[in-house]
T-cell receptor, first 114, second 110 residues
C-alpha cells in the first residue's frame, strides 16, 4: 500500500500572504491533483499534473500556482491569501490510466486566513 | 460548466437502506465514481461505473443510466457507521479530470 502526506495539516495566514502547501505520495503514481473543498460545495479542481514537470490548470486555478519538480511531490501556492478565507485543500494521486481511475486522497490542509 | 448535482442531506434508519442520488450534465462522460467522506477525513473510493445498469458490490450497489444522466448509490443493511458524506464524481473523456458533486450527508439513526 501507499500513502499521501500533506503538510501542514493546519495553516493560518494573513491577508495578502503567499502560502505554500506540500504533498508527497509513495504510490509511484503518475498523476497528482489539488482540489479545494469549501463547506457545502463539491471538490473543485485547482491544478493537476500527469508527470514530473507537467502542470494543467483546473477550473479554479486563478490565484494559485503549482509545482511538480519530482514525481512523488506536488506543491500548491496560494499567491495572495484572501481575508476570512476558509477551505480544505485536498491532494490526490492516481495511476491516471483509463483502466485505473481511482483517486487516493491525502488528509487535507485546513486553511484559515485572518 | 460541468454540472454534477446531489441532494444535500439524507436520513435513514439502522438496518434499512438508503439511496443517494446523483444527476449530471457534463460536456463528456467517461464513467462515474462514488466516494465516501467521513467528517474531517479524506474521501475514500467506493465504486466506479461506466456501463448502464446495476452493479452490486454487496453493502454498496451502484446504478447508472447514461441516457438520463443519473446514478445512485444504494446502501443496504445500514449501520450507524455508514453516516458520512457520499460524493459523486463524473470522469471527463480526458481521463485525468473528475468533476465532483457537493456530496450528500447521510445520517443513519438508531
Amino acid at each position: 500500500g501507499g500513502i499521501i502526506t500533506q503538510t501542514p495539516k493546519f495553516l493560518i495566514g494573513q491577508e495578502g500572504q503567499k502560502l505554500t502547501l506540500k504533498c508527497q505520495q509513495n504510490f509511484n503514481h503518475d498523476t497528482m491533483y489539488w482540489y479545494r473543498q469549501d463547506s457545502g460545495k463539491g471538490l473543485r479542481l485547482i491544478y493537476y499534473s500527469i508527470t514530473e514537470n507537467d502542470l494543467q490548470k483546473g477550473d479554479l486555478s486563478e490565484g494559485y500556482d503549482a509545482s511538480r519538480e519530482k514525481k512523488s511531490s506536488f506543491s500548491l501556492t496560494v499567491t495572495s491569501a484572501q481575508k476570512n478565507e476558509m477551505a480544505v485543500f485536498l491532494c490526490a494521486s492516481s495511476p491516471g490510466t483509463p483502466s485505473q481511475n481511482t483517486l487516493y486522497f491525502g488528509a487535507g490542509t485546513r486553511l484559515s486566513v485572518l | 460548466g460541468q454540472g454534477v448535482e446531489q441532494p444535500d442531506n439524507l436520513m435513514s434508519v439502522e438496518g434499512t437502506f438508503a439511496r443517494v442520488n446523483c444527476t449530471y450534465s457534463t460536456s463528456g462522460f467517461n464513467g462515474l465514481s462514488w466516494y465516501q467522506q467521513r467528517e474531517g477525513h479524506a474521501p475514500v473510493f467506493l465504486s466506479y461505473v461506466v456501463l448502464d445498469g446495476l452493479k452490486d458490490s454487496g453493502h454498496f450497489s451502484t446504478f447508472l443510466s447514461r441516457s438520463n444522466g443519473y446514478s445512485y448509490l444504494l446502501l443496504t443493511e445500514l449501520q450507524i457507521k455508514d453516516s458520512a458524506s457520499y460524493l459523486c464524481a463524473v470522469r471527463h473523456p480526458n481521463y485525468n479530470v473528475l468533476y465532483f458533486g457537493s456530496g450528500t450527508k447521510l445520517t443513519v439513526e438508531p
